[in-house]
């Protein structure tokens, strides 16, 4: 009776096991004719958007499993080792609210990174995107995302050797996966472009960051400035706006009886970039489309 008891409890621990290992996939290399063909040659169709380092997009692996492909677009054929090194101590890192890369492709002149493909996207579709008419973020799951990003980050900041700061902690680089948990993605990145080709200085495309002053104009990061940029993304999940916005002179008089110059915005959350300039209202709305948030639905 004992060795039966003995071996149920050994059968579920291995399912358990199991189940772990079907949650993290192995870490490897991917060729890159692997990821044309489950990207259908990284078809426009099967784009989930274009942020500042890359364009990212959906495929599926002959085993039936999505991913998400990020494919690089400033690097050189010079820096393939330094790119698998650090891609390589990324990869290591392990947290069930981080989003863990599966793999990545060093080949010729391309540089691609991949990762579990999110079914229920960026919180920034959900906030203010495709999916925000469908309000899906009751409060016990703004709740859950919160808490969830923040272990997250506490994570890198405490539990990893060396430590990571993020710096770029904002709506689009935190995913949500089926059961709606928080998976912050893109922590590190930083350190895998070039000398010379900072995120900030490059960027032209993607969501506009949440930056300390000191980081948007000196490059200072720190743990500081990751606290800040969250302290931003709770803001915008409890109040659900957006945090640059540009209110015009008129509507800012309607709304608040008092005047505001013409041109001054709300600005919550410094940053840099070209969407900075001119109409940031209308420059965000059309991330709703094809631009930074033009996220596709599951399935697609
Ligand atoms: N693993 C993933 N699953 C589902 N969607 C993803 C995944 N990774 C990225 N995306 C989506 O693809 C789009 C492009 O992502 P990308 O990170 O390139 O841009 P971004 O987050 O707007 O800007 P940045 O380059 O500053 O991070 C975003 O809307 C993002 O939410
Ligand atoms: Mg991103």
Same mark, same amino acid.
């Given at each position: 009776?004992?060795?039966?008891?003995?071996?149920?409890?050994?059968?579920?621990?291995?399912?358990? +096991? !199991?189940?772990?290992?079907?949650?993290?996939?192995?870490?490897?290399?991917?060729?890159?004719?692997?990821?044309?063909? *489950?990207?259908?040659?990284?078809?426009?169709?099967?784009?989930?958007?274009?942020?500042?380092? %890359?364009s990212v997009y959906w495929g599926q692996l002959w085993d039936g499993s999505q991913i998400a492909v990020k494919r690089l677009k400033v690097w050189s054929n010079k820096a393939e080792m330094e790119f698998a090194v650090k891609v390589e101590i990324l990869g290591r890192v392990r947290h069930e609210n981080l989003l863990s890369l599966r793999g990545y492709c060093a080949e010729g002149q391309e540089r691609l990174i991949v990762y579990d493909y999110m079914p229920n996207l960026s919180l920034l579709s959900h906030l203010h995107g495709q999916h925000s008419s469908e309000c899906h973020l009751s409060w016990?799951?703004?709740?859950?995302?919160?808490?969830?990003?923040?272990?997250?980050?506490?994570?890198?900041?405490?539990?990893?050797?060396?430590?990571?700061?993020?710096?770029?902690?904002?709506?689009?680089?935190?995913?949500?996966?089926?059961?709606?948990?928080?998976?912050?993605?893109?922590?590190?990145?930083?350190?895998?472009? =070039?000398? &010379?080709?900072?995120?900030?200085?490059?960027?032209?495309? !993607?969501?506009? !960051?949440?930056?300390?002053?000191?980081?948007?104009?000196?490059?200072?990061?720190?743990? %500081?400035?990751?606290?800040?940029?969250? %302290?931003?993304?709770?803001? +915008?999940?409890?109040? @659900?706006?957006? =945090?640059?916005?540009?209110?015009?002179?008129?509507?800012? *008089?309607?709304?608040?009886?008092?005047?505001?110059? /013409?041109?001054? @915005? +709300?600005? $919550?959350?410094?940053?840099? &970039?070209?969407? $900075?300039?001119? @109409?940031?209202?209308?420059?965000?709305?059309? +991330? !709703? @489309?094809?631009?930074?948030? &033009?996220?596709?639905?599951?399935? /697609?």
């Amino acid at each position: 009776m004992a060795f039966r008891a003995f071996f149920y409890c050994r059968k579920s621990a291995d399912w358990v +096991e !199991g189940m772990e290992e079907k949650k993290v996939p192995t870490w490897r290399i991917f060729s890159l004719r692997e990821l044309y063909l *489950a990207t259908n040659n990284f078809n426009y169709d099967n784009k989930l958007g274009e942020g500042g380092f %890359g364009s990212v997009y959906w495929g599926q692996l002959w085993d039936g499993s999505q991913i998400a492909v990020k494919r690089l677009k400033v690097w050189s054929n010079k820096a393939e080792m330094e790119f698998a090194v650090k891609v390589e101590i990324l990869g290591r890192v392990r947290h069930e609210n981080l989003l863990s890369l599966r793999g990545y492709c060093a080949e010729g002149q391309e540089r691609l990174i991949v990762y579990d493909y999110m079914p229920n996207l960026s919180l920034l579709s959900h906030l203010h995107g495709q999916h925000s008419s469908e309000c899906h973020l009751s409060w016990e799951r703004r709740m859950r995302i919160a808490i969830g990003s923040a272990e997250g980050i506490a994570y890198l900041h405490h539990n990893v050797t060396p430590h990571i700061i993020h710096r770029d902690v904002k709506a689009s680089n935190v995913l949500l996966d089926s059961d709606f948990r928080a998976q912050v993605a893109e922590f590190g990145f930083a350190k895998l472009i =070039p000398d &010379g080709a900072t995120h900030v200085t490059t960027r032209v495309k !993607g969501t506009l !960051g949440y930056l300390t002053p000191e980081y948007a104009m000196l490059g200072k990061a720190s743990e %500081g400035c990751d606290v800040y940029s969250f %302290g931003i993304l709770l803001l +915008e999940l409890a109040s @659900g706006r957006r =945090p640059i916005e540009r209110v015009d002179a008129e509507a800012e *008089a309607h709304d608040h009886g008092v005047g505001a110059p /013409a041109g001054q @915005g +709300e600005e $919550a959350g410094g940053g840099g &970039g070209s969407e $900075a300039e001119g @109409g940031l209202r209308e420059g965000r709305d059309e +991330e !709703g @489309g094809d631009g930074g948030d &033009g996220e596709r639905s599951e399935g /697609a």
